[in-house]
């Protein structure tokens, strides 16, 4: 055998093993596709239900926190309409609890130290 033979039958076997490895590079790629293909319609369909429980949720809050608003508004229209029918009483009540507040934030302090 020929040393042209030789080289060229070892050429002809690099080529063939490259070939091979080119499909194996291919059928990789093609299985990492695939994957990405399916985690990302996975992903996407959790970040949708994610969305609509946030959605929801938010629903949810709006509503409490405007239930609350009126009702701090119902109470402080309440407490507006007390102190304008009772002026004397309403001074006197705010005036006690300022007392104790400072009496029990004086008591905290002193022990606190």
């Not at 369909?45 to 926190?65: H, M, N, P, W």
């Not at 304008?84 to 130290?113: D, E, F, T, W």
Request: proline share 1%; net charge positive; glycine share 6%.
């Amino acid at each position: 055998m020929s040393n042209s033979t030789a080289k060229s039958k070892t050429v002809a076997r690099r080529i063939d093993q490259a070939a091979k490895s080119a499909h194996h590079i291919h059928a990789a790629v093609h299985d990492a596709k695939s994957a990405v293909s399916r985690n990302g319609a996975q992903a996407v369909g959790t970040i949708q239900a994610l969305r609509e429980k946030v959605q929801d949720g938010t629903k949810v809050a709006i509503t409490k926190v405007k239930k609350a608003a009126a009702s701090v508004r119902a109470q402080a229209v309440r407490a507006d309409k007390t102190i304008r029918a009772k002026p004397y009483q309403s001074l006197g009540v705010a005036a006690g609890a300022g007392l104790v507040a400072g009496y029990l934030i004086s008591r905290r302090r002193s022990n606190a130290s």
